[in-house]
């Protein structure tokens, strides 16, 4: 059972060409029987690991040594199906109403700034 969803941005920045970026993860929070809570990252609706995990490569020279910092995170509610909160139906309809796709990935200059 989900326990907590989150979106969590990263701001990266490569330690050899100075390459910067910011990207947006969704993270879910499941406990395990023993007690454990375990965190399921996504990227760009892939699975993935901890961005925090030292594994990213940077994109444009290859190597690793890209640095990650945490730059918010957002919590989203777990909805509860018992609750009186206050619900809407869906329909077929509904889910499919196209809209634009939100970035999940912003290229930034070295030092912050966006291009
Ligand atoms: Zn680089």
């Known amino acids: 059972m989900i326990t907590e969803i989150a979106v969590e941005r990263y701001a990266f920045s490569c330690i050899h060409c100075g390459r910067a970026w910011t990207a947006d993860y969704d993270v879910q929070y499941?406990?395990?029987?023993?007690?454990?809570?375990w965190?399921?990252?996504?990227?760009?609706?892939?699975a993935t690991e901890n961005p925090r995990a030292d594994l990213l490569v940077?994109?444009?020279?290859?190597r690793s040594g890209v640095q990650p910092r945490l730059l918010s995170r957002r919590e989203i509610p777990v909805a509860d199906p018992s609750s009186t909160q206050p619900r809407n139906l869906v329909t077929t309809e509904d889910r499919n109403l196209s809209a634009p796709r939100q970035p999940t990935e912003q290229l930034t200059r070295p030092g912050g700034a966006e291009p």
Do not use: V
């Open 30 to 37: 499941i406990p395990e029987n023993d007690g454990s809570l």
């Open 58 to 62: 940077c994109p444009d020279c290859g």
């Open 39 to 46: 965190a399921f990252y996504h990227h760009e609706g892939q």
